[in-house]
């Protein structure tokens, strides 16, 4: 972990911005005037091929009880890899994908409910959010496998598009059944905030009831930071290539609620020449190519943060912005590139309540 400190509007507020790889938002610990009035553990490790960060706010923690709640998070994590992340070989949605049948397939219960989750994004969207989505993303050379330095060709996309769809995954409560044998499916979208859901509430199990989550960007929080205060999270102006916590778009406050985003401006490519993004329209079969940089998406628990975020993405600043002020209990910030390289902010109707500034 990197920790950055710097002066924000030129005020004497010092925040301190815990770098998060390749991801969007970052933890602003406080300012100059604030009193520390409460005990905080912090902790940071890596995970689904990114960084996590945690924190604890209480009463002080002895180094045992230290140890064990670092032990604990990482083995939460771990399980949950071995669920969930097609990077890993052995996890078992990689087993499912390599599974070249068209039975029903047994499954965790909290893989069907991941991707319960997810079907239910790709309705509501109308395929907007897609988890079949994961050839596509393969070939891009975001996914797990290694991806081409080239267009795809109007025969493969068609040929994806006959792979991905809401319909082509059935789920039970603990089956998965494939409607075509070749469907593969990718989570990636929302299992960085499932996972903050579940290491938050395994600490809130625990008795902890001021805490931070961070996976790879995606937050959960609870109760107030170590100024008695709501969390202060930062998000970066969505520069290309720009380090996290260089550029501060906005800074929010939260408690109780979660924060997720999808932006073009960290996970890219090059290929023959052009900018691609990681976020697919499914719809099309072509990497997202429009104006909107960044989604951020406040709601009560992170994986729903997660999935709004990344559908927006695909649905666009002007579709994105009335679809997500129409949903229940989520608020978004959209920020736009203009042809000159400046940025524009669209905000949901309650998103400012948030805001600190
Ligand atoms: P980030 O990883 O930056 O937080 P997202 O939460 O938006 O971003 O997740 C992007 C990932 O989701 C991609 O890398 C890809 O694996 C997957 N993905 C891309 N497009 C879609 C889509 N339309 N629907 C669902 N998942 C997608
Ligand atoms: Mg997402």
């Known amino acids: ?56 706010v209480g009463d002080s923690l002895d180094a045992s009880q230290r140890s064990l709640i670092a032990a604990s998070i990482d083995s939460v994590l771990k399980d949950f890899n071995q669920i969930l992340s097609t990077f890993e070989i052995h996890s078992e949605i990689s087993r499912f994908n390599r599974n070249k049948t068209a039975a029903p397939i047994k499954v965790s219960p909290e893989l069907a409910h991941v991707v319960k989750t997810g079907l239910d994004f790709c309705e509501k969207s109308d395929g907007a ?18 991806g081409e330095d080239r267009f795809p060709t109007v025969e493969e996309i068609d040929a994806w598009l006959q792979l991905t769809g809401c319909d082509k995954i059935e789920v039970g409560d603990s089956t998965l059944t494939k409607t075509d044998p070749r469907v593969s499916i990718d989570l990636s979208a929302i299992a960085k905030g499932d996972a903050s859901d579940h290491v938050s509430n395994f600490l809130l199990g625990k008795g902890y009831y001021n805490i931070f989550v961070e996976i790879g960007g995606e937050i959960m929080t609870h109760g107030i930071n170590k100024y008695g205060k709501a969390w202060l999270i930062g998000i970066d102006r969505p520069n290309f290539g720009g380090a996290p916590g260089a550029d501060l778009q906005r800074v929010i406050k939260l408690s109780d609620m979660a924060v997720a985003s999808s932006g073009d401006y960290r996970n890219y490519r090059e290929v023959e020449g052009m900018r691609i993004s990681h976020t697919i329209d499914p719809r099309t079969g072509a990497p997202i190519d429009h104006h909107l940089a960044a989604v951020s998406v406040i709601s009560e628990n992170c994986m729903k943060a997660d999935g709004l975020a990344t559908s927006v993405m695909v649905l666009g600043q002007e579709y994105g912005l009335e679809w997500l002020e129409a949903y229940p209990d989520a608020e978004g910030l959209l920020i736009i590139r203009e042809a000159d390289g400046s940025f524009k902010e669209f905000m949901t109707s309650g998103f400012s309540q948030y805001l600190t500034d």
């Open 129 to 146: 959010f897609d988890i079949t989505v994961a050839p596509i993303v393969n070939f891009f050379g975001f996914g797990f496998e290694p």
């Open 1 to 56: 972990m990197n920790n950055s400190i710097r002066n924000m509007k030129g005020e004497s507020k010092r925040i301190i911005s815990l770098f998060i790889l390749g991801f969007l938002l970052l933890l602003v610990s406080g300012c100059g005037a604030d009193k520390i009035l409460h005990y905080e553990f912090a902790l940071n490790g890596s995970t689904m091929g990114t960084s996590y960060h945690v924190a604890i």
